[in-house]
């Protein structure tokens, strides 16, 4: 099973560097069949888990997460990204509340802020990201724009490596712990992590051109590949973007 899952791995990241090369247009590669997809979460019973074999967790002293979501039906915890390690169930943790804040863990530490904005509806695509390092700046971007800037969040700490990530569930434990009411009922895409955190300009380019543009700004942690998530399609799906979605 390890070798047929490693198998899978190299073969997928071929086909994408093939797929990649051929084609440099920007739209062109965000468009290939590797990544036009998103996860349609229709209940709280969904189970999306970033294959630990393709995509392994590094430890990091910074980074940055983005995401397109399309939320509704929303809680007050409606789940981006969890991510676990052995004695630390929020090692690092994204989500959005029906109050409009937007909720950002990291080795436990938390930030919430208020995001009144007028973009933010449900069933509306939104682009959100949260870049931090351990000097402590915590980054906040809505479609964008930076809507929260502070310091001294798990000042000097470096994130454990190795770990188990959920997409659109929030974790208690090491890989379990659901809670329904925290699930995300929506739509995911073009959920990406880098081990750095972007500029403010560098965010901006993400969220202009819907998803990574460059090498320079390839995400080296994760890249948005529904091949490279164990999916339990109970209450989610694995569809095609629509014309002119996300954005
Ligand atoms: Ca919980």
């Avoid at 802020?113 to 939104?126: A, V």
């Amino acid at each position: 099973m390890k070798v047929f899952t490693v198998t899978r791995c190299l073969l997928l990241t071929l086909l994408l560097v093939l797929a990649t090369t051929a084609n440099k247009s920007k739209h062109a590669v965000r468009r290939s069949a590797f990544d036009a997809k998103k996860l349609v979460y229709t209940g709280p019973e969904s189970r999306v888990k970033v294959n630990s074999d393709c995509s392994p967790i590094p430890s990091m002293t910074a980074l940055t997460a983005c995401a397109w979501l399309k939320a509704n039906a929303m809680g007050e915890k409606t789940t981006i990204m969890s991510y676990a390690v052995a004695g630390q169930p929020n090692e690092l943790k994204f989500y959005i509340s029906a109050t409009l804040r937007v909720y950002t863990y990291v080795s436990g530490e938390w930030r919430y802020d208020n995001i009144q904005s007028d973009g933010w509806q449900d069933n509306e695509w939104m682009h959100l990201c949260y870049g931090w390092d351990n000097s402590g700046v915590l980054k906040g971007y809505l479609n964008g724009v930076l809507v929260k800037d502070s310091t001294g969040l798990s000042d000097g700490v470096t994130v454990t490596g190795g770990g188990v990530m959920y997409l659109g569930q929030e974790q208690d434990t090491l890989g379990g712990g659901f809670d329904n009411d925290e699930a995300l009922v929506g739509e995911l895409t073009s959920f990406n992590l880098w081990s750095r955190r972007l500029s403010d300009a560098e965010i901006a380019d993400v969220y202009d051109t819907c998803s990574v543009i460059d090498d320079s700004l390839m995400p080296d942690v994760f890249t948005w590949d529904v091949y490279h998530l164990d999916i339990e399609p109970t209450d989610v799906s694995v569809e095609y973007l629509d014309a002119g979605e996300p954005c």
